[in-house]
Antibody, heavy 116, light 108 residues
Framework: EVQLVESGGGLVQPGRSLKLSCAAS????????MAWVRQAPKKGLEWVAT????????YYPDSVKGRFTISRDNAKSSLYLQMNSLKSEDTATYYC?????????WGQGVMVTVSS | DIQMTQSPASLSASLGETVTIECRAS??????LAWYQQKPGNSPQLLIY???SLADGVPSRFSGSGSGTQYSLKINSLQSEDVASYFC??????????FGSGTKLEIK
């Protein structure tokens, strides 16, 4: 059974940093592109970052480019999102998702609140 | 980036009815389109991929269609458990993935 379990969320002040983790199991992690998707409270879904199987290629929307960094450790079947210079508009639930064209599996999500 | 315009924003229908949700892309996405269902308090779940392929375990009352820039999700024989928000998403440009704004479906 495919499982994606996020951790690392919480309350953080504007301008500070936070690192999210996603532990994957039930599939060969190194064979799949992975991604982060977020959802602000009562809002829609926004793609945040994608990483290739080896980690050599990464993609971001303009809203987080230069502030967020996606990475992975295939030996640990783990995905990460380093978030720097956080803003109030980054407040959201962050989902780890497996990419197979579409997002075919999602984690349960982790809440990040950026507030002073 | 490819813009996804989804309609309607909300929808109220009776049990047993058929409902349709539309999604329009700002350019041809060659059927690289998915639909997701998100029930209240839960994470999104894949319903349809490649515009018309049913994901594993999804009831056959859900179907997807379309091509080019126009796509739709149809739910036949609406059930109470279908109360959810639905989102379309294009993956033709895998460097810039985009979602529609969502449709909130309620039972009348």
């Amino acid at each position: 059974e495919v499982q994606l379990v996020e951790s690392g969320g919480g309350l953080v002040q504007p301008g500070r940093s936070l690192k999210l983790s996603c532990a994957a199991s039930g599939f060969t992690f190194s064979n799949y592109y992975m991604a982060w998707v977020r959802q602000a409270p009562k809002k829609g879904l926004e793609w945040v970052a994608t990483i290739s199987t080896s980690g050599s290629r990464t993609y971001y929307p303009d809203s987080v480019k230069g502030r967020f960094t996606i990475s992975r450790d295939n030996a640990k079947s783990s995905l990460y999102l380093q978030m720097n210079s956080l803003k109030s508009e980054d407040t959201a639930t962050y989902y780890c998702a497996r990419l197979a064209g579409s997002f075919d599996y999602w984690g349960q999500g982790v809440m990040v609140t950026v507030s002073s | 980036d490819i813009q996804m315009t989804q309609s309607p924003a909300s929808l109220s229908a009776s049990l047993g009815e058929t409902v349709t949700i539309e999604c329009r892309a700002s350019e041809d996405i060659y059927s690289n389109l998915a639909w997701y269902q998100q029930k209240p308090g839960n994470s999104p779940q894949l319903l349809i991929y490649d515009a018309n392929s049913l994901a594993d375990g999804v009831p056959s009352r859900f179907s997807g269609s379309g091509s080019g820039t126009q796509y739709s999700l149809k739910i036949n024989s609406l059930q109470s458990e279908d109360v959810a928000s639905y989102f379309c998403q294009q993956y033709n440009n895998y460097r810039a993935l985009t979602f529609g704004s969502g449709t909130k479906l309620e039972i009348k």
